[in-house]
């Protein structure tokens, strides 16, 4: 549907994959920038549409951002190397290698380039960019971390995700600021445990692939988009059901692994580091309802040529998801019994 027609974008496709396994697979740091490289290196030719303006750009924005960060890894392992003994060199140095990583997944405080990007993108780039380019730097960031620098960073995606959402109008750099700030409660996962990580990452990447579906399948890239476009009403629930999940709101499953999240945090006293992500939590809820409020109620233009065709079997995809992220809640108390 995508890419599958296009031999050359299958080809990067699997090479974008395999690098990652080449990354955290590999028992050396240069083994990791090694995968990081070819990871860039497969992305932009999947990003990069002749036909549209703004691809071109992203993708040149994104090479250097990358190339950027690449390069300040690579200086801090080689140093790293040299000064193996000495604490006060090892301790800044353990900072920046951090920082080169949270920069490579788009975290705040370096995230100018994300939403600008994702801007320039369509929704399946969107996707990837969100979730398979996450991987490999957050896994490496588990490797050697600062706790005090990460818990810093971790409020810092939680308010800037959260705030930056505010004023957009744009769906597309809604989403990067909704993947900021689900970045924060990522991080927390991997400080606690990486099979936390990765069930909160999979849960995420659920999420994400149906919105990002659902806005591909019906060509939406702005808000004022939803109230002109006369939805099938089992498209708006199934938008209603997905966007409040993905806000964290309890019945549905992308409060699940929140909850566990809440609950290790609380169990390690980070007490005010909950407050901010839950707060910030709350803002991002009110900007998804904004959304559905617009879909929802603004139902008077009756524009004939604004009709939405969509084929029998790829609602039966939506509405199996939007069945799922209903169950979650039944599902996760499972979990507990």
Same mark, same amino acid.
């Given at each position: 549907?995508?890419?599958?027609?296009?031999?050359?974008?299958?080809?990067?496709?699997?090479?974008?994959?395999?690098?990652? =396994?080449? &990354?955290?697979? *590999?028992?050396?740091? $240069?083994?990791?920038?090694?995968?990081?490289? /070819? @990871? #860039? +290196?497969?992305? !932009?030719?999947?990003?990069?549409?002749?036909?549209?303006? =703004?691809? &071109?750009?992203? *993708?040149?924005?994104? $090479?250097?951002?990358?190339?950027?960060?690449? /390069? @300040? #890894? +690579?200086?801090? !392992?080689?140093?790293?190397?040299?000064?193996?003994?000495?604490?006060?060199?090892?301790?800044?140095?353990?900072?920046?290698?951090?920082?080169?990583?949270?920069?490579?997944?788009?975290?705040?405080?370096?995230?100018?380039?994300?939403?600008?990007?994702?801007?320039?993108?369509?929704?399946?780039?969107?996707?990837?960019?969100?979730?398979?380019?996450?991987?490999?730097?957050?896994?490496?960031?588990?490797?050697?971390?600062?706790?005090?620098?990460?818990?810093?960073?971790?409020?810092?995606?939680?308010?800037?995700?959260?705030?930056?959402?505010?004023?957009?109008?744009?769906?597309?750099?809604?989403?990067?600021?909704?993947?900021?700030?689900?970045?924060?409660?990522?991080?927390?996962?991997?400080?606690?445990?990486?099979?936390?990580?990765?069930?909160?990452?999979?849960?995420?990447?659920?999420?994400?692939?149906?919105?990002?579906?659902?806005?591909?399948?019906?060509?939406?890239?702005?808000?004022?988009?939803?109230?002109?476009?006369?939805?099938?009403?089992?498209?708006?629930?199934?938008?209603?059901?997905?966007?409040?999940?993905?806000?964290?709101?309890?019945?549905?499953?992308?409060?699940?692994?929140?909850?566990?999240?809440?609950?290790?945090?609380?169990?390690?006293?980070?007490?005010?580091?909950?407050?901010?992500?839950?707060?910030?939590?709350?803002?991002?809820?009110?900007?998804?309802?904004?959304?559905?409020?617009?879909?929802?109620?603004?139902?008077?233009?009756?524009?004939?040529?604004?009709?939405?065709?969509?084929?029998?079997?790829?609602?039966?995809?939506?509405?199996?998801?939007?069945?799922?992220?209903?169950?979650?809640?039944?599902?996760?108390?499972?979990?507990?019994?």
């Amino acid at each position: 549907m995508f890419f599958i027609m296009n031999s050359n974008k299958m080809f990067f496709m699997f090479i974008l994959f395999f690098s990652t =396994l080449i &990354s955290i697979s *590999s028992n050396s740091w $240069f083994g990791c920038w090694i995968g990081l490289e /070819i @990871n #860039l +290196l497969s992305f !932009i030719p999947l990003i990069n549409n002749s036909n549209n303006i =703004l691809s &071109s750009e992203a *993708s040149l924005k994104y $090479f250097l951002v990358q190339s950027i960060a690449s /390069i @300040n #890894l +690579l200086f801090c !392992i080689i140093f790293k190397m040299i000064l193996m003994n000495n604490f006060e060199m090892n301790y800044l140095l353990t900072i920046m290698i951090n920082s080169s990583l949270l920069m490579k997944m788009g975290s705040a405080p370096f995230h100018f380039w994300f939403p600008n990007i994702v801007e320039g993108l369509s929704w399946f780039n969107n996707f990837i960019l969100m979730t398979w380019q996450k991987i490999t730097p957050i896994i490496l960031l588990s490797y050697l971390f600062n706790k005090n620098f990460l818990i810093i960073i971790i409020i810092l995606n939680s308010i800037i995700g959260a705030i930056g959402g505010l004023n957009q109008t744009s769906l597309r750099k809604l989403m990067a600021f909704s993947s900021i700030n689900n970045l924060s409660w990522m991080i927390s996962s991997m400080m606690i445990s990486e099979n936390l990580w990765i069930f909160y990452f999979f849960m995420y990447s659920f999420l994400i692939s149906i919105m990002c579906f659902m806005f591909y399948m019906m060509n939406m890239f702005y808000i004022n988009q939803l109230f002109f476009n006369n939805l099938n009403y089992m498209i708006k629930l199934s938008l209603l059901i997905n966007f409040l999940s993905l806000g964290g709101l309890p019945p549905f499953i992308g409060f699940f692994p929140k909850w566990i999240i809440i609950n290790f945090l609380l169990m390690n006293k980070l007490f005010f580091l909950t407050f901010i992500l839950i707060m910030m939590s709350l803002i991002m809820l009110f900007f998804y309802i904004r959304i559905l409020y617009s879909s929802f109620m603004f139902n008077y233009l009756k524009l004939k040529w604004m009709k939405i065709f969509i084929k029998n079997k790829m609602m039966y995809f939506i509405n199996f998801f939007s069945f799922i992220s209903i169950l979650g809640m039944i599902l996760s108390t499972l979990f507990f019994l």
